[in-house]
């Protein structure tokens, strides 16, 4: 239990500096790519880029992990970090749009790795420990999103070429990652892991928890890039100085990780499925919110709902998957559910800059609402089909 738990406090830091990298890409990749992009409808592609470079490995960086353990896998994938960052802080040298968009792929699978830092939690936790050690973990972030808005501020323009400074400082945060991986013990894959029988991915996947687990994630997820993405455009275009664009991403990531101190402790509580149904419930207060006004403060609400809303679709989402597979399984069925959480962030993140030029800031919300119904769906669902079975 003890190097449970002192496994949780370095993955949670680990996750900082993930968020740190995100955050800043967040509230940067934007705007970057709309200083260097010539159509200007093109100018979310980076931030697509990332989430598309998560995706294409998140399942090769799962299998990566059951051969040669958690912790060469999180090694591997900082390096990349490192090697993106630089890359795309030649992009901004060079004045490429392009070359940004490949160094920003690159920094995607550092992304894919870092997201089983949650797994690489549960994994060697309890029963009863499983969930607070995913939310736990996920408290990282928190840290990350209040240093990345922070630091941006003050090296985005720290040197001639605008945002070269910000993607300068990646660099850092992933050297002290790999400083945090060094302490992390995690055991190597069990025999079991490598050699019970497997079920075909497909089997795995029909399971009515898989499915409603994959709703709940990948939606929840998509809802959130949509917005997300497109707020520090929106707010430019309101008029909005920087520094409250910063403002907003900054209570937004703590809104989406200040609540795992509790997420688990609530799931434990009031069962996987109320959480997530919470969860639909402040995106959909959200999309209100935003709905109602262009104020600085229309957009801190909204965007702080959103990252409450993310957080217990998100726990939840992971805490549920976790009922589905056995340990010779998790790979496969915890790879299939992160690309899937990752193919509908990229497909919504590129959309956002698309609607968002093309039918602005009030017809992107209104896009979210058919999303967030069928989540409410898939948890209906499923909560019937527990409680029939439970009945008989």
């Known amino acids: 239990m003890e190097n449970a738990k002192k496994n949780v406090a370095l993955l949670a830091g680990c996750q900082a500096m993930l968020f740190t990298n995100n955050v800043t ?38 299998f990566f992990m059951k051969r040669f353990g958690r912790r060469t896998g999180f090694q591997v994938g900082t390096s990349m970090g490192i090697v993106g960052a630089a890359v795309c802080c030649l992009a ?24 089983y830092y949650r797994f690489a939690a549960a994994d060697s936790a309890s029963y009863d420990f499983k969930a607070k050690a995913i939310s736990l973990v996920l408290t990282g972030g928190l840290a990350g999103g209040i240093i990345a808005p922070e630091l941006s501020k003050h090296t985005t323009d720290m040197f001639a070429v605008p945002f070269l400074g910000a993607y300068a400082s990646l660099i850092l945060f992933c050297l002290i990652t790999m ?29 009515p928890a898989f499915i409603v687990a994959v709703t709940g994630s990948a939606l929840g997820y998509g809802v959130m890039s949509l917005l997300m993405t497109a707020t520090p455009l929106a707010m430019g275009l309101c008029g909005h100085a920087y520094s409250s664009t ?8 703590i809104g989406m990780f200040a609540p795992s101190f509790f997420t688990g402790s609530l799931i434990k509580r009031f069962g996987v499925l109320g ?23 229309n957009f801190w609400w909204a965007l702080v709902l ?38 509908t962030t990229a497909t919504s993140s590129f959309s956002s800059g698309l609607l968002m030029h093309r039918n602005g800031w009030e017809m992107l919300n209104y896009a ?18 527990r409680r029939a079975a439970a009945a008989v």
């Open 275 to 297: 959480v997530m149904l919470a969860g639909v419930a402040l995106e959909a207060l959200c999309v209100g919110v935003a709905l109602s006004g262009v104020l600085v403060a």
């Open 246 to 253: 910063a403002l907003v991403i900054e209570w937004h990531v």
């Open 368 to 385: 979210a609402l058919p999303v967030l119904a069928v989540i409410c769906a898939a948890l209906a669902w499923l909560a019937l089909r």
């Open 306 to 343: 959103l990252g409450v809303g993310w957080n217990f679709l998100y726990v939840g989402g992971t805490t549920l998957l976790t009922e589905c597979y056995r340990v010779s399984e998790k790979a496969k069925a915890q790879g299939m559910h992160d690309f899937l959480v990752f193919l």
């Open 179 to 207: 400083v945090l991986l060094a302490f992390i013990r995690i055991p190597p894959p069990s025999l079991a892991e490598r050699h019970e029988p497997v079920r075909p991915l497909a089997q795995i996947m029909a399971q």
């Open 25 to 62: 890409l967040i509230s940067l990749a934007a705007l970057a790519g709309f200083s260097l992009a010539d159509n200007k409808m093109l100018s979310t592609l980076p931030a697509t880029a990332y989430v598309v470079g998560a995706a294409l490995t998140t399942l090769p960086a799962s």
């Open 92 to 115: 901004l040298w060079l004045h490429s749009f392009w070359l940004l968009c490949a160094g920003v792929l690159v920094l995607g699978v550092y992304n894919a790795f870092g997201q």
